[in-house]
């Protein structure tokens, strides 16, 4: 304030002695061209002159000149001068200098963006807002270049499966989340809206600080600090609408019973003794679509209110969240409560000592009681939902009111979700406390404890209920009542702690800058649990779903688990005169995953730049007016992979309550190896050399990025299935083989405006690459469908080939071997017809061959954006291009008690010269029709609008006549609106964690559109 | 500032070295402590036993559906041919390598072969009663001889493990010669002729396996080998010598709750429940019992064939014990049995658990002993060998005690309130075999043996050794005018696939079978 008094002194002044010139007043507002956002405190200077003013509370400002030019300039903004001719009004928009000063987090420390030697891409907390999505990582969709998040549920909370760079290792994928220095395992606790900005680690160079496990990347999320400056108080709120898309087209009741009919019309049992039942259950009229009764148009809301202050030598900020999240299936809920708390104290000018704690508590309703999707979409048509025999006044009818399925093997949909009280309970206390110590000039010391005391109970009653069955049921009758209520409640305790320490010593002498760290940490893994079921209490009331209430068959279990490591790391940052830049780290992990003598992995790493626009030659060239920047970066560093169970090495021996032998006397337990274990599995080590370009051109209005990266990966930790004759419980780890990665990355962000009021940015990111297996302990891997090979990729669909449909018998008896020898001699007209690779003998398994590839051969974002007047829109695209599916949702096509897809009835092969997609129908399949073939490969390229956002900001004038807050901007926004694809399943982005096993599409819980209204107010 | 710098090197120093990085595995104990002592080593074999009894996974139900299913004794049954297909196929013979049934089979003998293989490889260093370990050892070997004797005589030439083996060996183990398979079987019931008579262990432990266990199998593969010499100096032993066993009086005794381990019981599982949770019983009966039927809710599977009523004299009273029929009604219950699912209206009487059995528990958990291995068995296979060897008339004493045995059971079964069909038994009934023509007394056990122990899953068993499996199938498919059968081919059929998982995961080391 006193410096705004200040300013407006020195107009006062100035105002007389330019009294005699022309004199022009300009006024406008100055803005954030990307953000739109007004500037506060933006300083609006005469050039040249001492005449000047600050922007007020609304960006606004008036200034009278008399010269021609004025220069508007702010701190973390490109200062701009603007030509004035006579009095006008002029809204300016600053460019944020984000591009060229800003710091970006590297792990234990910060870097400037323009000293970064390593592949690091940036997303802000901006970029991301109002993203009406639970977790963050599905914030990540389209976002940054060689980065792929796509979810593997629908289940509101459920978190993304994110890809750095494609796959480099056929075990665990995922990359490492550290928020504020904490590693976390699952960030669903985490609310989006405390996010300051992600980092993603995405080369070797990068991450080889995060050593033993910095392999797949390294998502850094940094929350909100306080900042120095005036209390600022925000709150963010949408509501919005969620429902399923789209609905996978299942046989109605007419074309079930004409497919049943024609499938079982050869079967004597069904003939004899059940069609005319069956045929009674057609005649009753049901039409049930399972989809729709299980799908709903849900209600989404979430508030965040956040207040940041700080002083000069304090900083404080405060959040609160709410977030309920219904899912588009019903009964499907994650709600959230989240309070995030963050304080800093200079309490001298050595000493620095802070906390962060962040607490949330989660509530989640999951469909978990219908073991898969498949319950869902494959129940007969003929079941009402509602039973009409059971009496609406008679007890427990709430319970007793469902139909049990008619002819379906598997339980009523609907009831299958409404009957069980089902919640995951999880209350998340997670942050640090550090201090920082300046101990002489330039170095200064870090003392950081990080915890995460995760707390997660799960709880699962199922009451007592009845069914009452038709006269015509044909349906498998045990799993459509109970007689006693049963209830499991399970509790689960993961404590993790990180103790940190931390020296660093910057120096600056003449043209050289050194920035060096070293550290030294050790870190802790503690879960335990406790199981609990017993069942039979007197009645299914609230007030009987607790243990005591229950009477009868107590059973109990728990574990309990640890794991630790130690490590050593150290890093060193050189630049002279801002072109030479050289990083090298160092790490060494020591961990208890591993047997004594593999337990130590050492993860160097080194990488240079040259900014070749700061040479004194590229100045001569007199590019500026075009290019403005040019940095090239190359880099080399190793990881290490971890991911393994914390008893990988050992193998054990234990029992369970049924496995009990009865000799003549009581029971005996028997023990037998639980957990098969490796002694000799080590560290899984990657090795990764980058090189880069990071380009600036016109204006400041293109920047480019683009990587090539070549990643080799030995002694691949696998979870490898052994034959079933050496019984092993478990798949053991080995250290499976050798992987090549290589791949390129293109970044382009473009931002410039058409006139004074429209701004635009456009942005695209691509990224390929390439998996080759360069060797394995066995020929292949195998995944449920799929085989790696060395000199291939990773996890291609493997199986027969599909090359038509036998129109008549002759067809049949005439596909024969070079001995005449029919090839699949209990085929029928109406059959698959498979391809005979081998030269002689019936179809078998050697027949099969390659008939897809999951793996895509681009990977492509979009981000679209600008800011009119009072309006800003943003959209966001995420999309793969050349990847095939599995199309697990085309079976079921043998008729027995579940629905198939509509095709499996209209486009059955019914008689000679029909060409259809799917082969007769049968109940018996005796050519195995269903066997893995490419009828299941679909391509599985598509293009989908993430995010889509259009906003209004109210003009300042009625927002001040309010005197309640001082911006307020409303929008609307919806999250996967639309997919471009030709694949005919349910949703062709599938999140899939098993490597061996991507692109395979099980039905599943179905991706949800959501539109949201919301807004966001600055008090 | 000097002290703050001392305090950082302390920290430093103690972050460095205060911290291990041993954790241990919690609750549960490594192979390299367990396998220690006596108590070890009984708990290992308990596991080994256990391993024939896994939930949902049970042997018993494996060895029914193939072992009588295939054959002409039994239909699958289900609701429908697609009900549990693979087993459809397989009495088809239309089996893909990639058929469950033949890949649990395979399975869960290899889960027996090495839990055994722990035992007998860790007892030997193990503190405690070297006589007690002794005996330990030769159950495992006597169970490790009854998974390998079902793989050869399934499979052929199978991957033969003798010890315990880590993952990486087990990748590089090819199949082993039949010959090789059928030594290790050999000797190790040899050495399980050691164990204890079955009168001679204390009650605690009377479900153990025996030396007439041991002797029985023993004669099982010498028969299927065709060593009919051997196979009666070991039937001989059982029958003459040891005195073991005797038959019950009456037929029908032998699946009543009372003569659980009887006299006449050679091997039998004893699937007991204390606590309807806690899975310790078997689903076996829910498998085979009547679809429809209050308080039995059955799955309807494993169907007698008309051709097995036909082959019994309608005054065999053994028809009471093999046949539920609709209108049989158990004591106890007001619903009589309601067979209109089962295309030839019969279900599994040795299966049908009377619902009064049941109470307290769950219809698919069921308390009830799974009787394996019968006296009459041994008895029967006594006859065949002594006739293959030329004592024709020294058979027929053995198989006459079976036909003798039949004739005085009671046609009534006094566990039924009421009897759709009952035997209309006379004096004439069930006469002694009187002909000593070795190839029509062949014939003759050949038929007794089928009547005798019909539906306990020896069937294809029988038919295979006998080298008439073919003929008999193909017949029958002929008389029925039916698919079952009429696609046996001998060159491919006596054995099973190899199941395609194995062979995948081998990279084909693992070679296939003749035909698949």
Redesign the interface.
Same mark, same amino acid.
């Given at each position: 304030m006193s410096k705004r008094i200040l300013f407006l002194t020195m107009v006062f002044l100035l105002s007389f002695t330019a009294y005699a010139q022309q004199i022009k007043t300009i006024s406008g507002i100055v803005s954030d061209r990307n953000t739109g956002e007004v500037l506060i405190g933006a300083t609006v200077a005469e050039t040249g002159v001492a005449n000047g003013t600050v922007t007020d509370i609304n960006g606004k400002f008036t200034l009278q000149v008399e010269g021609r030019k004025i220069t508007i300039s702010y701190v973390g903004y490109r200062a701009q001068e603007i030509s004035v001719q006579a009095s006008e009004t002029i809204n300016i928009k600053l460019d944020s200098d984000l591009n060229l000063e800003e710091v970006v987090v590297i792990g234990y420390g910060t870097q400037r963006k323009s000293d970064l030697t390593g592949s690091v891409s940036s997303i802000t907390g901006k970029d991301v807002k109002n993203f009406a999505v639970s977790n963050v990582s599905e914030m990540l969709a389209g976002k940054a270049s060689g980065v792929f998040a796509a979810a593997p549920s629908g289940q509101p909370g459920a978190e993304a499966i994110v890809r750095i760079r494609g796959l480099g290792t056929v075990n665990d994928n995922n990359p490492l989340y550290v928020v504020d220095g904490q590693f976390m395992n699952s960030i669903s606790s985490l609310n989006p809206a405390d996010i300051e900005r992600i980092e993603i680690l995405k080369d070797a160079s990068a991450a080889a600080i995060y050593g033993s496990r910095g392999s797949n990347g390294v998502i850094l999320i940094s929350t909100k600090k306080g900042v120095k400056g005036e209390t600022t108080v925000t709150l963010d709120a949408y509501v919005g609408v969620k429902s399923s898309y789209p609905a996978l087209e299942m046989m109605n009741s007419e074309q079930y019973y004409n497919f049943i009919m024609e499938a079982?019309k050869n079967?004597?049992?069904?003939q004899?003794?059940?069609k005319e039942k069956f045929t009674n259950q057609y005649k009753k009229g049901y039409n049930t679509n399972w989809w729709d009764e299980v799908t709903r148009n849900a209600f989404n809301q979430n508030y965040n209110l956040g207040i940041r202050k700080g002083t000069d030598n304090s900083r404080t900020a405060l959040s609160l969240g709410y977030l309920d999240d219904q899912g588009a299936l019903i009964t499907t809920e994650f709600k959230r409560i989240s309070l995030r708390f963050s304080q800093e104290y200079d309490i001298n000018k050595f000493l620095t000592v802070g906390a962060n704690v962040s607490l949330a508590n989660g509530t989640q309703r999951d469909a978990g009681a219908v073991p898969n999707f498949g319950f869902i979409t494959t129940a007969d048509p003929f079941t009402p939902v509602i039973s009409p025999l059971v009496d609406p006044s008679s007890e427990n009818y709430q319970y007793n009111k469902y139909a049990p399925t008619e002819w379906s093997f598997n339980p009523n949909p609907v009831s299958m979700l409404e009957l069980p009280t089902r919640n995951n309970d999880m209350f998340n206390a997670f942050g640090n406390v550090f201090a920082t110590?300046k101990?002489?000039d330039g170095l200064s010391?870090r003392?950081q404890y990080s915890f995460e005391r995760n707390h997660s109970t799960f709880k699962d009653f199922r009451p007592v209920y009845s069914a009452t069955f038709s006269d015509d049921n044909?349906g498998n009758?045990?799993s459509k009542y109970t007689t006693e209520t049963k209830l499991t409640h399970n509790s689960n305790v993961v404590f993790n702690y990180v103790?940190e320490?931390r020296?660093s010593y910057n120096k600056e002498i003449n043209n050289h800058r050194f920035d060096i760290m070293a550290a030294?940490?050790?870190e802790k893994n503690l879960s335990e649990s406790i199981n609990a079921?017993k069942?039979t209490a007197l009645g299914n009331e609230s007030i009987y779903q607790i243990l005591d209430a229950q009477t009868? #068959?107590a059973?109990a279990s728990?574990?309990?688990?640890?794991? &630790?490591?130690?490590s050593?790391l150290g890093r060193i940052n050189y630049s002279y005169a801002d072109k030479y830049l050289i990083t090298g780290t160092f790490r060494a992990d020591?961990?208890?995953r591993f047997a004594d003598g593999n337990?130590w992995g050492y993860f160097p790493s080194f990488s240079l730049g040259w900014r070749i626009s700061n040479e004194e030659f590229f100045y001569n060239l007199n590019t500026e007016s075009w290019l403005s920047d040019l940095k090239i970066r190359v880099g080399w560093g190793q990881n290490g992979n971890q991911r393994i169970d914390?008893?990988a090495p050992?193998?054990?021996?234990?029992?369970n309550?049924?496995?009990?032998?009865?000799?003549?006397?009581?029971?005996?337990?028997?023990?037998?190896?639980?957990?098969?274990g490796?002694k000799n599995v080590k560290w899984e080590t990657s090795q990764q050399t980058n090189v880069g370009i990071d380009a600036t051109l016109f204006g400041n209005s293109l920047y480019l990025n683009m990587d090539y990266y070549i990643k080799q990966t030995k002694d691949m930790l696998l979870a490898?299935? %052994?034959? &079933?004759?050496?019984?092993?419980s478990n798949s053991?780890f080995?250290n499976a083989g050798d992987l090549k990665n290589t791949g390129f990355e293109f970044t382009a962000n473009y931002n410039n405006s058409i006139g004074k009021d429209f701004n635009y940015t456009i942005g695209a990111t691509i990224s390929t690459y390439k998996t080759e297996v360069t060797g394995l302990?066995?020929?292949?891997l195998?995944g449920s469908v799929s085989r790696t090979y060395v000199g291939g990729p990773i996890g291609r669909f493997w199986g027969y080939k599909q090359i038509g449909i036998f129109q008549n018998q002759a067809e049949v008896d005439n596909y024969v071997d070079k001995n005449g020898k029919k090839i699949q001699p209990?085929a029928q007209a109406g059959d698959f017809k498979f391809a005979k690779l081998t030269d002689e003998g %019936?179809l078998?398994?050697d027949d099969r061959t390659f008939i897809g590839d999951p793996n895509p051969d681009m990977i492509l974002g979009f981000n679209l954006g600008f800011t009119y007047r009072n309006f800003d829109f943003s959209a966001s695209f995420q999309g793969t291009y050349g990847n095939d599916i599995w199309n697990g949702g085309k079976g079921g096509f043998?008729?027995?008690?579940d629905n198939a897809r509509v095709e499996a009835y209209t486009q059955a092969w019914q008689k000679e010269g029909d060409n259809t997609l799917y082969p007769r129908m049968t109940?018996? $399949?005796?050519n195995?029709n269903t066997?893995g073939s490419s009828f299941y490969v679909e391509d599985g390229s598509y293009l989908r609008l993430q995010n889509i956002q259009l906003g209004y900001t109210i003009p300042r004038q009625w927002i001040q006549k309010t005197n309640l807050f001082s911006s307020c901007r409303l929008y609307v926004s919806g999250q996967n609106l639309f997919t471009l694809t030709g694949y005919s399943g349910l949703d062709p982005e599938i999140g899939v964690n098993n490597p061996l096993n991507m692109g395979i599409d099980n039905t599943r819980y179905p991706t949800s559109r959501v539109f949201v209204f919301g807004c966001n107010l600055q008090f | 500032?000097k002290n703050?710098?001392i305090l950082?090197c302390l920290?430093?120093i103690w972050? #460095?070295y205060g911290?291990?990085?041993?954790?241990?595995?919690?609750?549960?104990?490594?192979?390299d402590n367990?396998f220690q002592k006596e108590r $070890?080593i009984?708990?290992?074999?308990? #596991?080994?036993?256990?391993?024939l009894?896994t939930?949902w996974n049970e042997y018993a139900l494996n060895f029914y559906l193939i072992g009588d299913c295939t054959t002409d004794d039994a239909l699958k049954g289900g609701?429908?041919?697609?009900?549990r297909?693979e087993v459809?196929?397989l009495s088809?013979f %239309?089996v893909?390598?990639?058929n469950g049934e033949v890949?649990r089979r395979?399975?869960i003998m290899?889960?027996l072969?090495?839990?055994c293989n722990?035992v007998i490889y860790y007892a030997s260093n193990a503190a405690g009663d070297k006589e007690i370990l002794e005996r330990y050892v030769n159950e495992a070997k006597a169970l490790r001889a009854f998974g390998y004797y079902f793989l050869v005589t399934s499979f052929g030439e199978?991957?033969l493990?003798t010890e315990p083996?880590?993952?990486?060996e087990?990748?590089i183990?090819p199949r082993a010669s039949i010959e090789q398979v059928y030594q290790l079987i050999e000797s190790d019931l040899l050495a399980a002729t050691n164990l204890p008579a079955k009168g001679n262990?204390?009650?605690?432990?009377?479900?153990?396996v025996t030396r007439g266990f041991a002797k029985t199998m023993l004669a099982k593969a010498y028969m299927f080998k065709g060593d009919y010499v051997n196979a009666e100096k070991y039937l001989e032993e059982i029958v003459e010598v040891d005195n073991d066993y005797s038959l019950l009086p009456d037929y029908g005794y032998n699946w009543t709750p009372e003569y659980e381990?009887s006299s006449e019981s050679v091997f039998e599982i004893?699937?007991?429940l204390?606590?309807?949770? %806690?899975?310790?019983g078997t689903n076996v009966p829910h498998f085979f019992t009547s679809r429809n039927v209050p308080g039995y809710?059955g799955y309807g599977f494993h169907i007698p064939t008309d051709d097995l009523f036909e082959a019994y004299a309608p005054d065999d009273p053994r028809i009471t014990y093999v046949f539920v029929q609709t209108g049989d009604c158990y004591v106890g219950d007001t619903n009589e049995q309601d067979n209109?699912?089962s295309?030839t209206g019969y279900h599994d009487y040795k299966m049908t658990v009377p619902r009064i059995e049941k109470t307290g528990y769950n219809?698919?958990m069921i308390p009830y002993n799974i009787r394996m291995i019968r006296y009459s068995d041994v008895l029967l296979l006594y006859a065949e060998a002594l006739n293959e060897n030329g004592k024709s008339s020294d058979a027929l004493k053995y198989v006459n005690q079976i036909r003798e045995r039949a004739r005085n059971t009671n046609p009534i079964d006094p566990r039924r309130s009421k009897q759709a069909y009952t035997p209309p038994t006379t004096a004439t009934s069930l006469p002694d075999i009187t002909a000593t023509d070795k190839n029509s007394l062949r014939e003759a056990i050949w038929n007794e043996r089928r009547l005798e122990l019909a539906m306990e899953g020896w069937r294809r068993d029988d038919l295979s050794r006998q080298k008439r499996f073919g003929t008999v199938m193909r017949t029958y498919a002929q008389k029925y005018d039916t698919t079952k059968g009429a696609?046996f081919d001998d060159a491919r059929d006596y054995l099973l696939p190899i199941?395609?998982?194995?062979?995948?995961?081998?990279?084909g080391l693992?070679t296939?079978n003749n035909?698949?």
């Amino acid at each position: 304030m006193s410096k705004r008094i200040l300013f407006l002194t020195m107009v006062f002044l100035l105002s007389f002695t330019a009294y005699a010139q022309q004199i022009k007043t300009i006024s406008g507002i100055v803005s954030d061209r990307n953000t739109g956002e007004v500037l506060i405190g933006a300083t609006v200077a005469e050039t040249g002159v001492a005449n000047g003013t600050v922007t007020d509370i609304n960006g606004k400002f008036t200034l009278q000149v008399e010269g021609r030019k004025i220069t508007i300039s702010y701190v973390g903004y490109r200062a701009q001068e603007i030509s004035v001719q006579a009095s006008e009004t002029i809204n300016i928009k600053l460019d944020s200098d984000l591009n060229l000063e800003e710091v970006v987090v590297i792990g234990y420390g910060t870097q400037r963006k323009s000293d970064l030697t390593g592949s690091v891409s940036s997303i802000t907390g901006k970029d991301v807002k109002n993203f009406a999505v639970s977790n963050v990582s599905e914030m990540l969709a389209g976002k940054a270049s060689g980065v792929f998040a796509a979810a593997p549920s629908g289940q509101p909370g459920a978190e993304a499966i994110v890809r750095i760079r494609g796959l480099g290792t056929v075990n665990d994928n995922n990359p490492l989340y550290v928020v504020d220095g904490q590693f976390m395992n699952s960030i669903s606790s985490l609310n989006p809206a405390d996010i300051e900005r992600i980092e993603i680690l995405k080369d070797a160079s990068a991450a080889a600080i995060y050593g033993s496990r910095g392999s797949n990347g390294v998502i850094l999320i940094s929350t909100k600090k306080g900042v120095k400056g005036e209390t600022t108080v925000t709150l963010d709120a949408y509501v919005g609408v969620k429902s399923s898309y789209p609905a996978l087209e299942m046989m109605n009741s007419e074309q079930y019973y004409n497919f049943i009919m024609e499938a079982f019309k050869n079967d004597q049992n069904f003939q004899n003794s059940m069609k005319e039942k069956f045929t009674n259950q057609y005649k009753k009229g049901y039409n049930t679509n399972w989809w729709d009764e299980v799908t709903r148009n849900a209600f989404n809301q979430n508030y965040n209110l956040g207040i940041r202050k700080g002083t000069d030598n304090s900083r404080t900020a405060l959040s609160l969240g709410y977030l309920d999240d219904q899912g588009a299936l019903i009964t499907t809920e994650f709600k959230r409560i989240s309070l995030r708390f963050s304080q800093e104290y200079d309490i001298n000018k050595f000493l620095t000592v802070g906390a962060n704690v962040s607490l949330a508590n989660g509530t989640q309703r999951d469909a978990g009681a219908v073991p898969n999707f498949g319950f869902i979409t494959t129940a007969d048509p003929f079941t009402p939902v509602i039973s009409p025999l059971v009496d609406p006044s008679s007890e427990n009818y709430q319970y007793n009111k469902y139909a049990p399925t008619e002819w379906s093997f598997n339980p009523n949909p609907v009831s299958m979700l409404e009957l069980p009280t089902r919640n995951n309970d999880m209350f998340n206390a997670f942050g640090n406390v550090f201090a920082t110590v300046k101990l002489m000039d330039g170095l200064s010391y870090r003392a950081q404890y990080s915890f995460e005391r995760n707390h997660s109970t799960f709880k699962d009653f199922r009451p007592v209920y009845s069914a009452t069955f038709s006269d015509d049921n044909l349906g498998n009758r045990e799993s459509k009542y109970t007689t006693e209520t049963k209830l499991t409640h399970n509790s689960n305790v993961v404590f993790n702690y990180v103790m940190e320490q931390r020296l660093s010593y910057n120096k600056e002498i003449n043209n050289h800058r050194f920035d060096i760290m070293a550290a030294i940490t050790y870190e802790k893994n503690l879960s335990e649990s406790i199981n609990a079921y017993k069942t039979t209490a007197l009645g299914n009331e609230s007030i009987y779903q607790i243990l005591d209430a229950q009477t009868v #068959g107590a059973q109990a279990s728990g574990g309990k688990q640890a794991s &630790s490591m130690l490590s050593y790391l150290g890093r060193i940052n050189y630049s002279y005169a801002d072109k030479y830049l050289i990083t090298g780290t160092f790490r060494a992990d020591g961990s208890s995953r591993f047997a004594d003598g593999n337990r130590w992995g050492y993860f160097p790493s080194f990488s240079l730049g040259w900014r070749i626009s700061n040479e004194e030659f590229f100045y001569n060239l007199n590019t500026e007016s075009w290019l403005s920047d040019l940095k090239i970066r190359v880099g080399w560093g190793q990881n290490g992979n971890q991911r393994i169970d914390a008893n990988a090495p050992l193998t054990l021996v234990g029992t369970n309550s049924e496995s009990q032998w009865y000799y003549g006397n009581g029971f005996s337990q028997g023990y037998f190896p639980v957990y098969t274990g490796n002694k000799n599995v080590k560290w899984e080590t990657s090795q990764q050399t980058n090189v880069g370009i990071d380009a600036t051109l016109f204006g400041n209005s293109l920047y480019l990025n683009m990587d090539y990266y070549i990643k080799q990966t030995k002694d691949m930790l696998l979870a490898m299935p %052994i034959p &079933s004759f050496g019984s092993f419980s478990n798949s053991p780890f080995f250290n499976a083989g050798d992987l090549k990665n290589t791949g390129f990355e293109f970044t382009a962000n473009y931002n410039n405006s058409i006139g004074k009021d429209f701004n635009y940015t456009i942005g695209a990111t691509i990224s390929t690459y390439k998996t080759e297996v360069t060797g394995l302990v066995s020929e292949y891997l195998s995944g449920s469908v799929s085989r790696t090979y060395v000199g291939g990729p990773i996890g291609r669909f493997w199986g027969y080939k599909q090359i038509g449909i036998f129109q008549n018998q002759a067809e049949v008896d005439n596909y024969v071997d070079k001995n005449g020898k029919k090839i699949q001699p209990n085929a029928q007209a109406g059959d698959f017809k498979f391809a005979k690779l081998t030269d002689e003998g %019936i179809l078998n398994d050697d027949d099969r061959t390659f008939i897809g590839d999951p793996n895509p051969d681009m990977i492509l974002g979009f981000n679209l954006g600008f800011t009119y007047r009072n309006f800003d829109f943003s959209a966001s695209f995420q999309g793969t291009y050349g990847n095939d599916i599995w199309n697990g949702g085309k079976g079921g096509f043998v008729a027995g008690y579940d629905n198939a897809r509509v095709e499996a009835y209209t486009q059955a092969w019914q008689k000679e010269g029909d060409n259809t997609l799917y082969p007769r129908m049968t109940n018996t $399949d005796t050519n195995n029709n269903t066997r893995g073939s490419s009828f299941y490969v679909e391509d599985g390229s598509y293009l989908r609008l993430q995010n889509i956002q259009l906003g209004y900001t109210i003009p300042r004038q009625w927002i001040q006549k309010t005197n309640l807050f001082s911006s307020c901007r409303l929008y609307v926004s919806g999250q996967n609106l639309f997919t471009l694809t030709g694949y005919s399943g349910l949703d062709p982005e599938i999140g899939v964690n098993n490597p061996l096993n991507m692109g395979i599409d099980n039905t599943r819980y179905p991706t949800s559109r959501v539109f949201v209204f919301g807004c966001n107010l600055q008090f | 500032m000097k002290n703050i710098s001392i305090l950082i090197c302390l920290a430093f120093i103690w972050l #460095g070295y205060g911290c291990s990085l041993d954790e241990p595995s919690y609750g549960k104990t490594t192979t390299d402590n367990f396998f220690q002592k006596e108590r $070890d080593i009984d708990k290992a074999l308990t #596991g080994a036993y256990l391993q024939l009894r896994t939930t949902w996974n049970e042997y018993a139900l494996n060895f029914y559906l193939i072992g009588d299913c295939t054959t002409d004794d039994a239909l699958k049954g289900g609701s429908s041919d697609g009900d549990r297909r693979e087993v459809f196929d397989l009495s088809n013979f %239309i089996v893909y390598a990639t058929n469950g049934e033949v890949g649990r089979r395979w399975e869960i003998m290899y889960r027996l072969i090495n839990r055994c293989n722990d035992v007998i490889y860790y007892a030997s260093n193990a503190a405690g009663d070297k006589e007690i370990l002794e005996r330990y050892v030769n159950e495992a070997k006597a169970l490790r001889a009854f998974g390998y004797y079902f793989l050869v005589t399934s499979f052929g030439e199978v991957p033969l493990l003798t010890e315990p083996m880590v993952p990486e060996e087990i990748l590089i183990t090819p199949r082993a010669s039949i010959e090789q398979v059928y030594q290790l079987i050999e000797s190790d019931l040899l050495a399980a002729t050691n164990l204890p008579a079955k009168g001679n262990y204390s009650g605690a432990d009377a479900y153990r396996v025996t030396r007439g266990f041991a002797k029985t199998m023993l004669a099982k593969a010498y028969m299927f080998k065709g060593d009919y010499v051997n196979a009666e100096k070991y039937l001989e032993e059982i029958v003459e010598v040891d005195n073991d066993y005797s038959l019950l009086p009456d037929y029908g005794y032998n699946w009543t709750p009372e003569y659980e381990n009887s006299s006449e019981s050679v091997f039998e599982i004893a699937n007991k429940l204390y606590d309807k949770n %806690i899975a310790t019983g078997t689903n076996v009966p829910h498998f085979f019992t009547s679809r429809n039927v209050p308080g039995y809710q059955g799955y309807g599977f494993h169907i007698p064939t008309d051709d097995l009523f036909e082959a019994y004299a309608p005054d065999d009273p053994r028809i009471t014990y093999v046949f539920v029929q609709t209108g049989d009604c158990y004591v106890g219950d007001t619903n009589e049995q309601d067979n209109i699912f089962s295309p030839t209206g019969y279900h599994d009487y040795k299966m049908t658990v009377p619902r009064i059995e049941k109470t307290g528990y769950n219809v698919w958990m069921i308390p009830y002993n799974i009787r394996m291995i019968r006296y009459s068995d041994v008895l029967l296979l006594y006859a065949e060998a002594l006739n293959e060897n030329g004592k024709s008339s020294d058979a027929l004493k053995y198989v006459n005690q079976i036909r003798e045995r039949a004739r005085n059971t009671n046609p009534i079964d006094p566990r039924r309130s009421k009897q759709a069909y009952t035997p209309p038994t006379t004096a004439t009934s069930l006469p002694d075999i009187t002909a000593t023509d070795k190839n029509s007394l062949r014939e003759a056990i050949w038929n007794e043996r089928r009547l005798e122990l019909a539906m306990e899953g020896w069937r294809r068993d029988d038919l295979s050794r006998q080298k008439r499996f073919g003929t008999v199938m193909r017949t029958y498919a002929q008389k029925y005018d039916t698919t079952k059968g009429a696609n046996f081919d001998d060159a491919r059929d006596y054995l099973l696939p190899i199941p395609q998982g194995e062979r995948d995961k081998t990279n084909g080391l693992l070679t296939q079978n003749n035909g698949y």
